[in-house]
């Protein structure tokens, strides 16, 4: 039974993985040629979007990493 929620939490994480991909992704398509131009002004809007999404994406996988790790070690015991 307890298999059953890390793999639901497991499920859920990639989820959340994915998402934050595909966010990142269509914040980087966003970018504007302004956005690439204004270099000296600091960090972009467009620009914060994507460091934030991909800051997510880490943050997702490094749990379903660690899920993957319990499982596996409740699995063995």
Same mark, same amino acid.
């Given at each position: 039974?307890? $298999?059953?929620?890390?793999?639901? /939490?497991?499920?859920?994480?990639? /989820?959340?993985?994915?998402?934050? /991909?595909?966010?990142?992704?269509?914040?980087?398509? %966003?970018?504007? +040629? +302004?956005?690439?131009? $204004?270099?000296?002004?600091?960090?972009?809007?467009?620009?914060?979007?994507? $460091? %934030?999404?991909?800051?997510?994406?880490?943050?997702?996988?490094?749990? #379903?990493?660690?899920?993957?790790?319990? /499982?596996?070690?409740? #699995? %063995?015991?």
């Amino acid at each position: 039974m307890g $298999n059953v929620f890390f793999i639901l /939490l497991l499920v859920a994480a990639m /989820l959340a993985t994915a998402v934050a /991909l595909v966010r990142g992704i269509i914040a980087f398509l %966003r970018t504007t +040629e +302004e956005d690439l131009k $204004n270099a000296g002004s600091g960090p972009s809007v467009s620009s914060m979007k994507q $460091n %934030r999404a991909m800051m997510q994406r880490v943050i997702f996988q490094a749990a #379903a990493i660690l899920l993957v790790v319990i /499982l596996l070690f409740s #699995a %063995r015991g």
